[in-house]
């Protein structure tokens, strides 16, 4: 009987239930909604997970407070589309519970991190909806704590919890009527009950395999400006006026062990009162800080309340902030733009409309918030205006928020290229920043959009009768239209889409079209609505055979 979980077990339970997620993410990715080629979720969870475990992998420490907080920060990295995100939130409260405890904990600690873990995972959504992942973890944690009072073996803890949360996966087409519809269940909820399912496999001796899971450790090697990066976003692009003369750098080291989370966010916000450009990251091990200040005095003792300072480092910035001032206002933008989509066609058509970044991502390939976060530190501008694209990278887009110091991120919601495309044009250099987004999140609403592709699996949706291989229309909510073949769809998905009000009719083609057919199609097109301009380009997407807009 194994009444507790020590640090290690701990360790193996985050690998297992990456491991399981791992190996079985193909069959989550395929309970996607619709029936199409674009099921991602076993796959944005799996890597997720997998960025979990480089992060703790990378912990020397064995102690819960280090283990905990990697894995949070891993998971929140690598943190990908709707599902990913939550399970990083659901893992995060998790670890805010075990991070507490010394050596072991029991079912009764573990019932509390559950509950954690639902609290925070609602928090990070707007709009809740039941009959997802946040369903599934909700009812194992209101159940958690009554089983743990009947189980204090964790094998058969695990395996009761299990059971529950099995349970509610049953019931997410009842309080979900599209997967109903699809006749499946919640595929993140399937992720979920997977990773649980790599828990009690580490605790009960299943082998899972562990050591194959990709989990390329940092390079202990590595500098602490390899681990924190460097300081040319802030030495390069934040100077603004020669406002505070010393740049101020150090970290804090043995930090005393009174000193909490909170300290580090307090150290910051006082930097912040005597400075700017204030960095102040790391966790109770280490903290990194820099501050260009007046007084760097003043921030030292700040920082020595925490613990002891190592590496300090005081520059006198007025020579060098001379130098690079005339260069940086020439060059420094208020306003920004960062686009994600997939296909080069569609990446071109992006930067034709002055977006200043275009990072790969859509259907099968979401960008992480990490990832997001990364390209907006890249544009030399005051605040960026991001479009997602697609309705499963927009929880991610706003996840990165919280990973950029010294930009503002501004989300449009775009639900698809079209959407991204009209938004670009609305951007006025010329006009203030709500300015912008206004017209930005506005424009969306004059555009309507689709794409076909073809059905992977026998599903009745929508009023269609599908079969396997069918070519299908849809917008981002409903099949619209079926046909033997791509421009009969195309056809009926364009007549479906279509009002009185539409002008203009625009095809992007995906790799898997040529030039010759799209072109064909367009005629046909321009004979069917002669009252409409039609235009077609290369999109180079995958999955999609062509997406479609009409304004």
């Known amino acids: 009987m194994q009444k507790t979980i020590n640090s290690t077990e701990f360790r193996k339970m985050v690998l297992s239930g990456a491991r399981m997620l791992e190996i079985n993410r193909a069959k989550v990715d395929a309970l996607n909604v619709f029936p199409v080629p674009d099921g991602d979720t076993g796959t944005n969870m799996s890597l997720t997970l997998q960025s979990a475990v480089r992060e703790m992998n990378a912990c020397s420490s064995n102690r819960f407070q280090e283990i905990c907080d990697a894995v949070s920060k891993g998971a929140l990295k690598g943190a ?24 072991s904990f029991d079912t009764k600690t573990f019932a509390k991190a559950m509950e954690a ?22 009812c194992m944690s209101e159940a958690a704590a009554k089983l743990a009072s009947k189980h204090k073996d964790f094998v058969d803890y695990l395996t009761a919890l299990i059971e529950v949360g099995d349970e509610a996966l049953a019931r997410t087409p009842e309080l979900l009527p599209v997967l109903k519809k699809a006749g499946v269940v919640d595929s993140g909820g399937v992720g979920l009950m997977t990773i649980m399912r790599g828990f009690l496999a580490a605790i009960s001796g299943e082998d899972t395999d562990l050591e194959e899971i990709p989990t390329e ?54 930097l912040m009162q005597i400075g700017d450009s204030v960095i102040c990251i790391g966790d109770l091990e280490l903290v990194k800080v820099h501050v260009h200040t007046n007084t760097p005095g003043v921030a030292l003792s700040y920082a020595l309340e925490l613990g002891e300072l190592d590496r300090i480092k005081i520059e006198n910035m007025l020579e060098e902030n001379r130098a690079l001032k005339a260069k940086l206002e020439a060059e420094k933008k208020e ?34 918030a990490q990832d997001i976060a990364d390209a907006v530190q890249k544009i030399n501008a005051s605040n960026v205006f991001v479009f997602p694209n697609n309705s499963n990278v927009i929880l991610a887009a706003e996840q990165a928020k919280a990973l950029v110091t010294n930009r503002t991120i501004h989300v449009i919601p775009t639900k698809n290229v079209p959407q991204g495309f009209a938004a670009a044009l609305q951007f006025n250099a010329d006009a ?4 912008n987004k206004t017209n930005m999140t506005h424009a969306i609403d004059n555009v ?15 009023g269609f009768k599908l079969k396997e ?49 799209a072109q064909a199609l367009s005629e046909k097109l321009a004979e069917e609505y002669p009252d409409c301009d039609v235009d077609f380009h290369f999109g180079g997407q995958p999955v999609y055979y062509y997406m479609v807009s009409l304004e």
């Open 80 to 103: 990908r589309g709707n599902s990913g995100v939550i399970s990083s939130q659901i893992f995060r409260g998790i670890c805010s519970v075990i991070k507490e405890t010394k050596d």
């Open 117 to 138: 873990g639902t609290k925070v995972a609602y928090s990070a959504v707007s709009i809740p909806k039941e009959g997802t992942i946040l369903t599934v973890v909700r």
């Open 217 to 270: 450790a940092m390079d202990s090697n590595k500098s602490e400006d390899d681990v924190f990066g460097d300081n040319s976003d802030i030495i390069n692009l934040d100077l603004g006026d020669i406002e505070f003369a010393y740049c101020t750098e150090f970290f804090v080291i043995n930090l005393k062990q009174i000193t909490t989370l909170a300290d580090i966010d307090r150290l910051k916000e006082k």
């Open 335 to 368: 306003m920004g733009m960062l686009a994600i989509c997939a296909g080069s066609g569609l990446e071109e058509i992006f930067k034709d409309l002055l977006c200043d970044r275009v990072i790969e991502g859509g259907q099968t390939m979401n960008p992480s």
């Open 432 to 435: 203030s920043v709500p300015e």
């Open 448 to 462: 309507s959009s689709g794409q076909v592709t073809y059905a992977v699996r026998n599903t009745t949706m929508n």
């Open 469 to 517: 291989g069918d070519i299908i229309g849809l917008d981002n909510k409903r099949i619209l239209a079926k046909g033997e073949n791509i421009d009969e769809t195309t056809l009926k998905l364009v007549k479906a889409l279509k009002n009185d009000e539409h002008e203009m009719i625009t095809l992007y083609y995906g790799k898997e079209v040529t030039e010759e057919d």
